[in-house]
């Protein structure tokens, strides 16, 4: 974690990860399955309109939608964001709630974008896993998992409480700038001495996966 600190830096990539928790929230509603340039320009454009939940309830859908259309299932995620806006106006005086079970109770909120909220927002220890971090926590051999659920409970475990907040955001940064799905730039990494698909090991890592794919049918990675 030093060495990527080291690398990376601490201040978060994205414009929406910045923000307050409300601006986090709605961005990392809008962040699901959408690129992180298209993301925060969504984000960005219905923020500058609505930035308080209460104005953002009280708006067309028919607006939201065009506001957040550069994000995928801008659709769906446009209804989310009014229900999920009306529900904090209604049950909680237009805050975001600082709890992860309450923050899952609201539309289009899962585990990953709960905890998200918790970290970017309101600076609270909270492990988030995506798809990067899943995968960047396997190989590098920190767990040994098969879903992203488990990855946060075993991370939880061995990451020291000094570097909980930032394990989304250094993984996510070495996920798309070095260590990519395919093809990862391990001698420009600097954990590689430190990593179990180091130095030869992403060979065997990668009879792993097509063993997994042989017993599943897919890539568990």
Not at 27 to 45: C, F, P, Y
Request: proline share 6%; charged share 25%.
């Amino acid at each position: 974690m030093d060495a990527l600190v080291a690398v990376y830096g601490v201040r978060p990539w994205n414009w929406h990860t910045r923000q307050p928790p409300f601006h986090v929230l709605v961005g990392t509603i809008l962040s699901q399955r959408t690129r992180d340039e298209k993301t925060d320009l969504a984000a960005r454009a219905v923020l500058e309109r609505f930035p308080d939940p209460a104005s953002l309830a009280a708006a067309s859908l028919e607006t939201v939608e065009a506001l957040v259309r550069p994000a995928n299932f801008y659709r769906t995620k446009a209804r989310r964001l009014r229900e999920a806006a009306a529900i904090l106006c209604r049950r909680y005086g237009g805050r975001v709630p600082e709890s992860l079970e309450e923050l899952t109770a609201l539309p289009g909120v899962g585990r990953k974008t709960a905890n998200c909220v918790l970290v970017y927002g309101f600076g609270k220890a909270a492990l988030p896993v995506d798809v990067h971090v899943h995968r960047i926590a396997n190989r590098l051999g920190l767990v040994r998992t098969r879903t992203p659920e488990e990855t946060e409970r075993e991370l939880w475990e061995i990451v020291p409480d000094r570097h909980r907040l930032l394990v989304n955001e250094l993984l996510v940064k070495h996920g798309q700038t070095l260590c990519g799905p395919r093809n990862p730039r391990c001698v420009e990494c600097p954990v590689n001495a430190l990593c179990s698909a180091g130095s030869g090991g992403l060979k065997d890592e990668g009879r792993a996966q097509e063993a997994r794919r042989g017993r599943n049918g897919r890539d568990s990675l």
